[in-house]
């Protein structure tokens, strides 16, 4: 059997889109944006290439739907509607590349993880909990403030439809706002924004009733966490609770994912993965068992809306596996996309290895401040070599 005849490579759908693979573009920070919030030159080519290389979906690096809530001076913005046709380029770019990819455009919050880029912004989360990694307590939002903050991620779906989109993602993982309102680690409100699962998620819930109402028939995903990774956080029993009521109030597909920022105090031994920054995407997971590893996760989740599975996915031999086997309709990367964009075609062509030929030692991550999100392995292997020792033990500097 050729590889052009697997499950990996056959149609999916997501609410009305039909996606001609289950390989997605995971979102991925792509330092794409001046501080203005206009494209980099550069950035439509990357998507071009991306595009180009066979994904059936892509969803953008996040965009900010409110000033206060940009995580980096060149993250996207979509908070106005000037923004509007900046991005637009972008889903024109993919959809004249290839008219059959899809494009969906995530949005976010950073809360509490705003970085030392904006060392004066405010920082805010549900509630003001101490961090053990970040040097900030975030600023307690009141409800008003909640009510706004509602309010600009809806908005900010309007805008993303109108800009030519497929769909949007409301990142409510990784320690992000909406996610710092799901786990009980963070939100410790006693309102209607707090304290039981249906308050917690009840943020999440307001934004997709009121953006349903405003963008129709518009697929709306969600990713979350399955894990936090922090004592007190969100767990596997939380998890399973958490896709139950993404269905209930209509959400089109969840994206699995796990880790906050805060769980890197935590060391090797009890993580149970070496912890470096971002969390969520892992190094040292060379061998196949570690790889793929949030899977054991959906063992025994029962979704009825489709799954898409990120984290270590490499090797499409497993993946193939993973998608007939297994509860995971969709298989998503983001680092392997960064190494090699052409990555789905390859293997669907049968050419070279099974594997994505991305390390994941995570030096991606020092290119994004510098403009567009590279390989620094494959574009510049002598900083790579130079920076690699240093960045694996200086990481926490991230975070000042």
């Not at 004066?120 to 706004?148: F, H, K, Y």
């Not at 309007?158 to 409301?170: E, I, N, P, W």
Request: aromatic fraction near 8%; charge should be negative; proline fraction near 4%.
């Amino acid at each position: 059997m050729t590889r052009e005849s697997y499950r990996l490579f056959s149609e999916g759908k997501i609410r009305n889109l039909t996606i001609t693979n289950r390989l997605v573009r995971s979102a991925t920070a792509e330092g794409g944006m001046t501080e203005e919030g206009r494209l980099i030159p550069g950035l439509l080519e990357f998507y071009e290439r991306l595009t180009a290389g066979g994904a059936g979906m892509i969803i953008t690096g996040h965009m900010a739907v409110m000033p206060q809530g940009r995580a980096g001076h060149n993250q996207g913005c979509i908070w106005d509607d000037e923004y509007i046709e900046d991005i637009a380029q972008m889903a024109d770019q993919v959809h004249r590349t290839d008219e059959s990819c899809r494009v969906i455009a995530q949005l976010s919050h950073c809360g509490r993880q705003k970085t030392a880029e904006d060392p004066t912004g405010d920082c805010t989360g549900p509630s003001a909990v101490p961090s053990p990694i970040l040097e900030r307590t975030a600023r307690e939002l009141s409800n008003d403030e909640i009510e706004e903050v509602i309010e600009c991620f809806v908005q900010a779906m309007s805008r993303v439809k109108k800009a030519g989109f497929d769909g949007v993602q409301l990142h409510a993982a990784h320690g992000w706002l909406l996610s710092s309102f799901l786990s009980p680690y963070t939100n410790l409100r006693n309102d209607e924004f707090g304290g039981s699962l249906e308050n917690r998620m009840r943020i999440l819930a307001e934004i997709v009733t009121r953006g349903r109402a405003l963008v129709g028939d518009f697929p709306i995903l969600v990713k979350i966490n399955c894990d936090d990774f922090i004592l007190g956080g969100v767990d596997i029993n939380l998890f399973q609770q958490h896709v139950d009521e993404l269905a209930k109030f209509g959400v089109d597909a969840v994206e699995i994912s796990g880790g906050m920022w805060d769980c890197l105090a935590r060391d090797e031994d009890t993580l149970g993965f070496f912890p470096i920054i971002i969390p969520e995407s892992r190094v040292r997971i060379n061998k196949p068992e570690k790889q793929s590893y949030f899977l054991k996760y959906l063992k025994g989740i029962i979704s009825s809306i489709p799954i898409i599975l990120v984290g270590g996915n490499k090797n499409v031999e497993n993946l193939e596996d993973i998608v007939k086997n297994e509860k995971v309709d969709f298989i998503s990367m983001s680092r392997p996309f960064i190494s090699e964009p052409e990555l789905p075609n390859r293997w669907k062509r049968d050419e070279g290895s099974e594997k994505a030929d991305c390390t994941s030692c995570n030096m991606c991550i020092l290119t994004v401040r510098e403009g567009l999100t590279n390989c620094m392995l494959k574009n510049d292997k002598a900083r790579h070599k130079e920076n690699q020792k240093l960045f694996y033990e200086h990481w926490r500097e991230f975070f000042k």
